[in-house]
């Protein structure tokens, strides 16, 4: 009885306060809540479309077995329409200033959408996706993880043409037993790149700086300090808050100056 609603949305939303006219809400189950529960008032308040894992008799209603999956399934529908440069950011630490620091380059030269605070997870890099519209020419993507597969479920998503890795700590070593693991599960971020694509990575990390080049069918660069980095920082030093260093490698010898420490 429903097949002649046919509506366009106007934006995704997974928080059923959050609502307004004309939106499409998605329910997630939470650890704290379930947005199932909140299936009426999303529509109270304007939501055209609503997809759930329960069986409603309303015309909004879309059933599905798994919303979370739905929502990335959405999102990666959504985000190969565009002809964008994608480029995704994983790591241990300093995802956030990295992700942040390429925003503020990219954004001198494209109009560039990121994420929000550290929206990395496998319901906010997938709502960061379905905010991208025509007039972006690149999106830098936060990946966080705590397990072996959850990058691969954002990589599958946004299929980035060029992925950095800042490091490998030993944050979520109790969930991966060992820094090999967590080594392993960063590197899924190159599961779905091909030849064209670059993996930047920091070549004073002790897993990182062993990459390979021959090993992998995508291009690898390695920055840092260490001699044998294919683009090394020389001459560094801090006054202040701030850095001084030249970018030597891969035909650049440039010198920076930059208004925060490392």
Known sequence: SFHNYNKEVSRVVTDSRKVDT?????????????????VDQAIDNGAIVVISDKKIDRQEVITVKNTTLALGK?????????????LAVTGSSGKTTTK????????????????????????????????????????????GMSS???????????????????????????????QDNIFKAKMEITNYMTKEDYLIVNGDDKFLSKLKDEDFEFNIIKTGFTIGSDLR???????????KFTAEGLGIKQDFIIPAIG
């Open 100 to 143: 942040d620091m390429l925003y503020y380059a990219f954004a001198e030269h494209y109009n560039t959408h990121r994420n929000d605070g550290n929206f990395n997870n496998e319901i906010g890099m997938p709502l960061t996706a379905l905010n991208i519209d025509e007039k972006y020419e690149a999106a830098i993507f936060e990946m």
């Open 233 to 243: 920082a020389i001459n560094y030093h801090t006054f202040g808050e701030t850095s």
């Open 74 to 86: 959405l999102a990666k529908a959504y985000l190969h329409q565009f002809n964008i440069k994608k």
């Open 22 to 38: 004309g939106d499409c809400y998605i329910a997630i189950k939470g650890e704290n809540f379930d947005g199932n529960d909140f």
């Open 148 to 178: 072996l597969g959850e990058i691969d479920y954002l990589a599958q998503i946004v299929r980035p043409n060029i992925a950095i890795i800042t490091n490998i700590g030993t944050c979520h070593i109790e969930l991966l037993k060992s």
